[in-house]
């Protein structure tokens, strides 16, 4: 298994403003994942994070938004920008626990409130 | 990926088996069924995966019919901590995991 730890695990921000989420993994990991969660919904994946080389990002999502970085094998970081209310989710970061890229690890998550 | 659907919500008695059910008539012969739970406030949880065969491991064990085209994850005594979200995910070899609404189950006493 994986431990994961997400910083901040909750916090509250103003309308325009930028939060950076950090994801903390206790072993190296080639894959990683963020998702967003927004009240009341289910997972929507973000981007995929790979070490070395650009994330790639999902329908609807895009870098200037959420720029992630991966600077290592055992942490990503992810920026919400220009925050509004309709950003107010819960941002979960993933590890994929082997090759298999089915059989994830997920974070506790960061609950993300904008004013 | 095909789509699963789930019904939105079960109960459950404690110490009963929680059978919930998942529907993926789309399935194609390589996709793999996912099973994971959220649980209220925590990210979710790989519970158990499968292709063809079934699969039991320590949280539960997975039946998928002979055609494919549906499968039952069975929580065998289901306890008050199992109350939670699940959710049903095929996914084709090495592609993302997408999650639907999945099923609320609620385990009384």
């Known amino acids: 298994s994986a431990v994961i730890s997400q910083k901040p695990s909750r916090d509250i921000c103003q309308r325009g403003t930028s939060l950076t989420i950090q994801c903390q993994v206790d072993s190296q990991v080639t894959m990683m994942f963020w998702y967003r969660q927004q009240p009341g919904q289910s997972l929507t994946l973000i981007a995929t994070?790979?070490?070395?080389?650009?994330?790639?990002?999902e329908s609807g999502f895009v870098i200037d938004k959420f720029p992630i970085s991966r600077p290592n094998l055992t942490f990503s970081t992810l920026t919400v920008s220009n925050m509004s209310p309709e950003d107010s989710s819960i941002y979960l970061c993933?590890?994929?626990?082997?090759?298999?890229?089915?059989?994830?690890?997920f974070g506790e998550g960061s609950r993300l409130t904008v004013l | 990926d095909a789509k699963t659907t789930q019904p939105p919500s079960m109960d459950c008695a404690e110490g009963r088996a929680a059978n919930l059910p998942c529907n993926h008539s789309?399935?194609?012969?390589?996709?793999?069924v996912y099973w994971y739970r959220q649980i209220h406030s925590q990210g979710p949880q790989y519970i158990i995966h499968?292709?063809?065969n079934n699969e039991t491991n320590e949280m539960a064990s997975l039946i998928i019919t002979e055609d494919r085209k549906s499968s039952t994850l069975i929580l065998p005594h289901a306890t008050l901590r199992d109350t939670a979200v699940y959710y049903c995910?095929?996914?084709?070899?090495?592609?993302?995991?997408?999650f639907g609404k999945g099923t609320m189950l609620l385990v009384s006493p």
């Open positions: 993933s590890v994929a626990r082997g090759p298999n890229t089915g059989e994830l690890f």
């Open positions: 994070a790979n070490q070395g080389s650009e994330a790639t990002y």
């Open positions: 789309t399935i194609s012969g390589n996709e793999y």
């Open positions: 499968g292709l063809k």
């Open positions: 995910i095929v996914r084709l070899g090495y592609s993302t995991l997408t």
